[in-house]
């Protein structure tokens, strides 16, 4: 992209000569004139410059008091003053007011044009050095939601989404939620061994008036500091939640949390697409027998129609046992690599599930848990936002797209 020039001064000669010297520069474009300094505040407005050649005596409005002008209201615009011979007092008070540099009448074309692209690179590294502080702010800001998902039943996902949330809160000791969007059977409470006084039944009731800080007393507290939002107490109070209502949930949440987990149920459901649609990162959960394999296949095809398969990571739960399909073998029929894995230890994941404390917490030095950790490393390396490619796709909703109907 060319260097945005505006060029300042009442004698239209000069500003002729400057545009001959810069005529043959590739990388430099004239994208206007101006003979004041008011003139200049305008133009800088409306044409955006990313350099301005500024001679100093002009009537209306001097070049000092524009460069003052312009530094303040447009910082993004850098100056070089133009002065002649004996004004040097004025440089100083021009270089006060915010002009980068200056150079004094006459000037070679070399001259012009070293210093234009000097003050340009000057001005793009200060930017980048600005920009990146606050980039990275942004990154730790933003809240993070995670889906543990997986299209067949059975194959770790709570497991995993549990320890997950307490290994987040752990490794990042930020503040995690964990939502079980298992409406029907989740046990999510269960395997945390937190008594739900409220649950997701209850909150969906009052969603209209809630506020960030009502709905923190829906939300159990585990002994570790995670928070739970769990499912309704009874199958049949699964029908009364819908996709808005878990939109609303989460968007709530992210008001106060650094990390969202998400459980789900192992099946596509107009609630599970809206979080799915709305999380980061989805942690597709898979094993190598045949019957997940398949099932998680079909799974994948589903997430891609709906542009969801870029957020998708493959996670190998029980990836130590020898049985079933070479992971290489799974790899290729899912056309994904695996991207973490957990190993098969069912003493240990018994065990706590009976102890109701997540392993990651009774047994540390294990193998299991370790894994657990790199998998909360990933995920906090991962922090992404979220994609917005589904949502161009308008108003016609997940549950719309993934069966072919237009909802109005
Ligand atoms: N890595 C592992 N090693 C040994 N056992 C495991 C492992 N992961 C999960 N299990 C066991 O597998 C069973 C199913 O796990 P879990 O309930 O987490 O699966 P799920 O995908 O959430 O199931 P559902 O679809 O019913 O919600 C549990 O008994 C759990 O203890
Ligand atoms: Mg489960």
Redesign the pocket.
């Known amino acids: 992209m060319a260097i945005k020039i505006l060029i300042v001064d009442d004698i239209t000669e000069t500003r002729e000569n400057i545009k001959r010297l810069l005529y043959y520069e590739k990388d430099m474009m004239i994208v206007g004139e101006a003979a004041d300094g008011q003139e200049a505040v305008n133009q800088t407005e409306k044409l955006s410059p990313d350099i301005l050649l500024m001679d100093i005596n002009m009537p209306v409005m001097d070049g000092i008091t524009a460069t003052e002008t312009i530094s303040l209201k447009y910082p993004k615009a850098a100056i070089i003053i133009m002065s002649v011979q004996g004004e040097q007092e004025y440089l100083k008070k021009a270089m006060v007011a915010g002009a980068r540099e200056y150079m004094v009448k006459p000037f070679s074309t070399d001259e012009l044009v070293n210093t234009i692209r000097k003050v340009y690179d000057f001005e793009q590294k200060r930017r980048v050095q600005l920009a990146e502080p606050s980039m990275v702010r942004d990154m730790q800001r933003d809240p993070q939601l995670i889906a543990v998902f ?1 299209t ?10 549990t320890n997950l949330a307490v290994g987040l809160a752990k490794e990042t000791r930020k503040k995690v939620v964990i939502v079980d969007l ?1 409406l029907q ?3 999510v409470a269960v ?1 945390l061994n937190v008594i739900p006084k409220r649950t997701i039944t209850e909150l969906i009731q009052d969603i209209n008036q809630m506020e960030p800080e009502l709905l923190e007393s829906y939300l159990v507290t585990h002994p570790t500091g995670v928070k739970v939002l769990p499912c309704p107490t009874r199958p049949e109070y699964a029908e009364l939640i819908t996709g808005s209502h878990v939109e609303k949930i989460l968007s709530i949440l992210k008001q106060r949390y650094d990390y969202i987990v998400i ?1 789900t ?2 099946f596509f459901h107009e609630t599970t697409l809206t979080a799915l649609d709305l999380c980061h990162q989805i942690l597709l ?1 898979v094993a190598t027998d045949l019957p997940t394999i398949k099932n998680v296949k079909l799974g994948l095809e589903v997430l891609d129609s709906l542009h969801l398969k870029g957020k998708v990571k493959l996670v190998l ?2 990836s130590s046992s020898d049985i079933g399909i070479r992971c290489e073998d799974m790899e290729e029929s899912l056309g994904l690599k695996v991207a973490a894995r ?5 003493r ?3 065990t706590s ?1 009976n102890k109701g404390t997540p392993f990651i917490v009774t047994d540390p030095g294990t193998k ?1 848990s370790e894994s657990i950790e790199e998998l909360a490393r990933m995920v906090m390396l991962g922090e992404a936002r979220p994609h917005d490619e589904a949502k161009v796709e308008g108003k016609r909703g997940l549950f719309g797209r993934l069966f072919g109907l237009t909802s109005g």
């Open positions: 997986s067949k039943g059975g194959v770790g996902k709570t497991t995993i989404a298992d059977f989740g046990d395997m459980d149920p192992p959960i739960n029980r957990v190993p098969s230890d069912g240990t994941v018994i599930v299991i």
